[in-house]
């Protein structure tokens, strides 16, 4: 069975379309399966009034679809969100713009190099059957979500990033490093024995409490490569449009995966490409070599100041 974990940008109706309407909070997730595929959307419905549901959002997403009915300030904060990341495979999805006049705004982002498709069911998922899952390395399992269930207990969903996670496993939960026990596992209401990197799992887990778990947490096997550090060092590749420079000892956002906490600038070295060192307020989880960006919330218009790679 093929999973995919799409992120639709700029249309809050085009989801309802494609799936069927499952979790939502600030990030709203529709499901659908076709024959042996397994398609997850994600909506950012809490943006654009707060970003964390856009970064997290694009975390949580193997490819995108990208809506453009008009050009917007926030359709080009969107695109520079995605640009941050690095999320090269989408769809290009126009709505009545010339194709010419948005490839004008798009140039020199990944965005640019997205497939155009037509607002149309059968177009898009056709488009995205040339769209792959993400590459994993030792399993992890960042969480989106969690609640407790009547019966079950502690439930969290999430994608599996990398290896296979079985019922009965035990798994660490980062950054605290407590021990956890997979009691359960489901993949679209149905209860299944494992699943793969790539799959959209809920799971009932023993050991934790929903507290523990809150977004941006991370279930990991014991061999893992996730690091935990307040200290980091972030090679970044500023934004063109963000005007103000970085500063030593200014307030930023961090987003990484699905965690996005504020930290401190410590030091600013560097020309086009920036070494920027952090000082996080809270333990960040993140790999060697994974993406990351950063914001300035409190500025008017344009708050995304750029991403790059984590040291």
Known sequence: MRSLNIGIFNDPELPKTLGKKGTASDIAIYNRKVGEEVYTFAAPVGYPEKLAPLFQTIGLSDCAILCVKELT??????????????????????????????????????????????????????GLKGMEPRKGGALKIPVDHSFDVRGVGTVVL????????????????????????????????????????????????????????????????????????????????????????????QKVLLGVGLQYEPAQVVAVEGGGTLEVRLRAEREILYEAGERA????PEVKGLRVVGGGILR
């Open 73 to 126: 300030p926030a359709l080009g904060e969107v695109v520079l969100a995605l640009d941050a990341f690095g999320l090269e495979g989408g769809l290009l999805v126009l709505d009545g713009i010339d194709q010419t006049k948005a490839a004008a705004a798009l140039k020199g982002t990944v965005a640019a190099g997205y497939k155009t498709v037509g607002k149309d069911y059968n177009a898009i998922m056709e």
């Open 158 to 249: 999430g994608v599996v990033r990398g290896g296979k996670i079985r019922v009965h496993d035990e798994l660490l939960l980062l950054p605290s490093g407590k021990e956890i026990v997979v009691k359960s596992i489901q993949m679209q209401d149905e209860a299944v024995e494992e699943a793969s990197s790539g799959d959209r799992v809920g799971l009932a887990l023993k050991g934790a409490t929903v507290e523990e778990l809150r977004r941006g947490a991370i279930l990991a096997a014991r061999e893992t490569g996730v690091k935990s550090s307040r200290d980091l060092v972030l090679e970044l590749r500023p934004n063109p449009y963000f005007k103000e420079p970085l500063k030593v000892g």
């Open 293 to 296: 960006a950063l914001a300035r």
